[in-house]
C-alpha cells in the first residue's frame, strides 16, 4: 500500500510537471516576428521583408501588362482596374522609399495618371489604346529621371499599340 501511494503521488508530480513543461514551451513564441526580443527589432525585420521600392515596381509591371493584354481583349474596364492599383502601388512604393516619390508624382502620378485614366475611360478603344501608350512614356521617363534607364530595356516596354 505505501508503495502505491508513492506511486501514485509521483505519477501525480510527474504529469504535473509535463504539463507544466508543455505549457512553457507553448508560450514560448514561435515565428520569425514573435522571436525578435524588442518591437523595434520586429519593425525592422518588417521593413526589410516588405522591401524597398523594387516589388511594388514588379507590381506594376504585372499590371502594366494586364492593361496591355485587356485592351487586346476590348476590355477597357478592366485596364481601368489595373491602372487604378497602379497608382495604390506606387503610392505605397513612395511611402516605403519616399526619396522616388519627386519624380513619380512629377512625372507619372499628378501628370500622365489622370490623362490615362480619362483615356482609358472615354469609351473610345483607340483612346485607351493611346492612353497605354502615354503610361508607357511616363514609365520610362520616370525610369531615367531616377537614373534607372537600364529598366527601359526590357520586353514589358515592348508593349504598344500603333
Not at 499590371?63 to 485596364?79: D, F, K
Not at 508624382?105 to 490623362?115: G, M, N, R
Not at 469609351?123 to 529598366?151: I, P, R, S, T
Amino acid at each position: 500500500m505505501k508503495h502505491t501511494f508513492l506511486a501514485g503521488i509521483l505519477s501525480v508530480l510527474v504529469v504535473g510537471f509535463t504539463a507544466g513543461s508543455m505549457a512553457d514551451e507553448q508560450k514560448k513564441p514561435t515565428g520569425w516576428l514573435l522571436e525578435a526580443e524588442t518591437d523595434e527589432k520586429r519593425f525592422e525585420l518588417v521593413q526589410k521583408y516588405l522591401r524597398g521600392f523594387d516589388q511594388p515596381m514588379w507590381e506594376v509591371g504585372e499590371r502594366y501588362q494586364s492593361m496591355h493584354t485587356a485592351l487586346i481583349r476590348n476590355n477597357p474596364e478592366l485596364a481601368t482596374y489595373h491602372w487604378e492599383k497602379i497608382r495604390t502601388t506606387i503610392e505605397n512604393g513612395i511611402m516605403k522609399r519616399p526619396k522616388r516619390g519627386k519624380n513619380a508624382k512629377a512625372i507619372f502620378l499628378e501628370t500622365a495618371w489622370p490623362d490615362v485614366l480619362s483615356d482609358l475611360k472615354s469609351g473610345d478603344l483607340a483612346k485607351a489604346k493611346q492612353g497605354f501608350n502615354k503610361a508607357k512614356a511616363a514609365c520610362m521617363a520616370c525610369h531615367a529621371a531616377e537614373q534607372v534607364g537600364y529598366m527601359n530595356n526590357q520586353p514589358v516596354f515592348d508593349l504598344s499599340f500603333k
